[in-house]
């Protein structure tokens, strides 16, 4: 009797010992078991939703489903119509797009036919327009004769856009840059060709146009080229327009304006 006493005395000192070496233990270790704890957490929650998303979705599919058998020709009818409308609104976007093209090459090769002597009208009403004053203003000599003004190209044709370009050259009276830039001699070539077709038009082109915000020819650009000046001109026309307004630039239609 005594010695089976003594071992249970035995067996439950021991057992105190161990217990009182658990809150030790896990004071050490208290880190890594929240981390446990929160990793289970959730892993937990990840898997409730993967199983709401799959449970949702099921009943989605269900749902759709029973609509479909439930309204199975409405659905084809409404998709063929959708179809139909689609397919309709493509072909009008298609032919619309066809009679603009078509209609821009009809007036590029109008232009081509007449460059030539669509060049020599806008040659001398340029010549016209270049007297002392606007000359000693934008730094040019004044031009003897209009044949003066003749480019090495005389003519430059963007096919992509279907516009035509005529170029004339002007002799400046220093080599430096213009003074006050291109944008300057631009902008008062424009205001003296607004200026005359107002009252006279242009020879061979057009009538007098009488809209100050209407002009039968722009003045694309001008080009420095040191001792001499490129002045591009372009007669108005529909793919003109279209190009400037992609370049953030707006002009004024001249669709009343009639072509001599």
């Known amino acids: 009797m005594d010695e089976w006493l003594k071992k249970f005395d035995r067996l439950t000192e021991g057992t105190v010992r161990r217990l009182k070496k658990v809150p030790s233990q896990f004071r050490n270790n208290k880190r890594l078991i929240l981390k446990l704890i929160i990793f289970a957490l959730i892993l937990g929650l990840g898997l409730m939703s993967v199983i709401w998303v799959l449970t949702a979705f099921v009943k989605a599919i269900e749902y759709l489903y029973g609509i479909w058998v439930e309204n199975t020709e409405l659905i084809i009818i409404l998709f063929v119509s959708l179809c139909m409308l689609f397919g309709s609104i493509t072909s009008q976007i298609s032919k619309h797009r066809e009679e603009k093209e078509r209609r821009k090459r009809e007036e590029l090769a109008r232009q081509q036919r007449n460059a030539s002597t669509q060049y020599a009208y806008l040659r001398l009403f340029l010549y016209k327009i270049l007297d002392e004053r606007l000359c000693s203003l934008i730094?040019?000599?004044?031009?003897?004769?209009?044949?003066?003004?003749?480019?090495?190209?005389?003519?430059?044709?963007?096919d992509r856009h279907a516009i035509i370009y005529?170029?004339?050259?002007?002799?400046?009276?220093?080599?430096?840059?213009?003074?006050?830039?291109?944008?300057?001699?631009?902008?008062?070539?424009?205001?003296?060709?607004?200026?005359?077709?107002?009252?006279?038009?242009?020879?061979?082109?057009?009538?007098?146009?009488?809209?100050?915000?209407?002009?039968?020819?722009?003045?694309?650009?001008?080009k420095d080229l040191g001792s001499t000046a490129i002045i591009v001109l372009v007669l108005d026309c529909e793919a003109y327009r279209e190009l400037k307004e992609q370049q953030g630039h707006s002009i004024q239609s001249r669709e009343l304006v009639e072509h001599i």
């Open 166 to 222: 005529y170029n004339f050259q002007l002799h400046k009276t220093k080599t430096l840059p213009f003074s006050q830039g291109t944008d300057f001699v631009s902008n008062l070539i424009s205001s003296h060709i607004i200026a005359k077709t107002q009252v006279e038009g242009i020879e061979g082109i057009t009538a007098p146009v009488g809209d100050s915000f209407i002009t039968p020819v722009h003045v694309d650009s001008v």
């Open 139 to 158: 730094e040019v000599v004044k031009p003897v004769t209009p044949n003066i003004l003749n480019a090495v190209t005389p003519i430059t044709i963007d």
